[in-house]
């Protein structure tokens, strides 16, 4: 079973996390609520729900929502009067993930966060957990919200590239169920390949077909159905 929790880490102390979505199998997400009501949960009170999962994908929010209080009265929320955050993410997180690690309980996970200043701290947490059970075990998620067009891309993928491991990447996303969103993968896919390619030309890695369309088709479709033990056909 996948899970989704969507976390915003604001308690510097690591007793407690604030929940903006609710904790349920994602084949039944088209049923929750468009924005979860925000809640205090204290770490204990967690742990029990998250001994149920075996993967769960967070990420880690830092947005400001509904920021202008009279559009806010005049056209309601959710209408485009977000921008992004900058809470502290590192320390929180990390005594978030080593919880779980002491616990034994750690699962699969894929970080996203909505602030570039966050790339190389998620990059670099997600491989402060890899355990060898499984290739990617954490992921360094894609660009997301404001930052899945093409600047915001190429920076998270540089980034993976610099202090991760891309050809375990798992790719793209398409998180708002909707149809015309999924020309973006096609957007993500000729960004990437336009990255590997200039890293060619530039001599910094083999100009070996057979190497980089492996890679390719991993970070594309591979990985992600590896990792989330997808029933589909191979490409």
């Given at each position: ?9 604001l308690d510097?102390s ?7 979505a609710y904790?349920?199998?994602?084949r ?5 609520l ?14 029990p729900t ?9 990420s ?6 509904n920021?202008?209080?009279?559009r806010?009265a005049?056209f309601?929320?959710?209408t485009?009067?977000?921008?992004i955050g900058?809470?502290p993410?590192?320390?929180?997180l990390g005594?978030?993930?080593d919880?779980?690690?002491?616990a034994?309980k ?6 996203y966060n ?11 947490m997600?491989?402060?957990?890899q ?5 990617g ?10 930052l ?6 190429e920076w998270?993928?540089n980034?993976?590239?610099s202090v991760g491991l891309l050809s375990r990447f798992v ?5 708002s169920r ?7 993968h ?6 990437l390949?336009?990255?590997i ?18 890679l ?5 479709f591979?990985?992600?159905k ?6 589909c056909?191979?490409v």
């Amino acid at each position: 079973m996948l899970y989704e929790l969507g976390i915003v880490i604001l308690d510097q102390s690591g007793q407690s996390y604030r929940i903006m979505a609710y904790l349920l199998p994602i084949r039944n997400r088209a049923t929750r609520l468009r924005r979860a009501q925000s809640m205090c949960v204290p770490a204990p009170a967690l742990r029990p729900t998250l001994r149920r999962c075996s993967n769960f994908a967070a990420s880690c929010y830092a947005f400001l929502a509904n920021w202008m209080p009279t559009r806010l009265a005049e056209f309601g929320p959710d209408t485009g009067y977000d921008s992004i955050g900058d809470w502290p993410q590192a320390e929180p997180l990390g005594r978030f993930l080593d919880q779980l690690e002491t616990a034994g309980k750690l699962p699969k996970m894929v970080l996203y966060n909505v602030n570039p200043a966050d790339n190389y701290v998620l990059a670099t947490m997600t491989g402060n957990f890899q355990d060898g059970s499984t290739p990617g075990k954490l992921q360094f998620g894609s660009a997301w919200w404001f930052l899945d067009q093409k600047e915001g891309m190429e920076w998270q993928l540089n980034a993976l590239a610099s202090v991760g491991l891309l050809s375990r990447f798992v790719g793209m996303l398409t998180d708002s169920r909707s149809f015309m969103s999924y020309p973006r993968h096609e957007y993500f896919r000729r960004l990437l390949c336009n990255l590997i390619g200039s890293d060619v030309e530039r001599g910094e890695i083999p100009n070996d077909a057979g190497l980089l369309g492996g890679l390719i088709r991993g970070i594309c479709f591979e990985n992600a159905k590896a990792h989330f033990g997808l029933e589909c056909g191979a490409v």
